[in-house]
């Protein structure tokens, strides 16, 4: 019986998550833009993002969402289990994006992650591994949170990840990842380098 409510607790914490930004939502859409862009959804480091997204291949809206859910844009940020700056990374995925060769560690030291054009390179890369070795944005966002191997070992389950994700914090981190990145294309539409004052 304990199983069973537990199962149910843990189905319904993405769906209450959900319901929350539902609401959010709905209140951002009534304020003025760049009052939302200033407040709510900021962007720092634009062209360092705006470089790193296309040398890599990967959508800027997309690294802000995510950099915007891992630190809320504080470069300095370490989390209890040691991933630090903007992005959010371990300094041992740094230091494997170095030994494959996707990053120049010459360049970007991985052992200075709270260095904001060097956290970015490597969160930036990082979110290219992982889209070329999945194949759709949801299995890359779940995969930046929970790893490939986690994500690769639910998709063998089903198609659609979102069904097969097995941490509610990842189902969680899906849903505000996914909403953040909405919110970026909308408020960002010409791209993000596009900074109006917070009250145009």
């Known amino acids: 019986m304990g199983s069973d409510r537990f199962f149910r607790w843990y189905r319904t914490v993405p769906i209450a998550i959900m319901l929350v930004f539902c609401l959010v939502s709905a209140g951002i859409s009534f304020a003025p833009t760049g009052l939302v862009r200033g407040l709510l959804f900021p962007v720092h480091h634009a062209s360092i993002i ?13 690294i802000c969402a995510v950099i915007k859910c891992e630190s809320n844009w504080d470069d300095k940020a370490v989390s209890g289990a040691g991933a630090v700056g903007l992005m959010q990374l371990m300094p041992t995925t740094s230091s494997e994006l170095v030994r494959l060769g996707l990053v120049d560690g010459d360049a970007y030291d991985p052992n200075n992650l709270t260095n904001a054009e060097t956290n970015i390179e490597f969160g930036t890369a990082y979110l290219s591994y992982l889209q070329k070795n999945l194949n759709t944005q949801d299995e890359v966002i779940a995969a930046y949170n929970a790893g490939l191997g986690s994500v690769s070992s639910w998709l063998q389950n089903g198609a659609d990840v979102s069904k097969q994700i097995q941490y509610a914090e990842t189902a969680a981190y899906l849903v505000r990842v996914n909403d953040a990145y909405t919110r970026y294309q909308q408020l960002y539409p010409t791209g993000i380098e596009d900074t109006k004052s917070i009250f145009g």
């Open 50 to 62: 705006k470089s790193a997204s296309q040398r890599y291949g990967v959508d800027e809206h997309l």
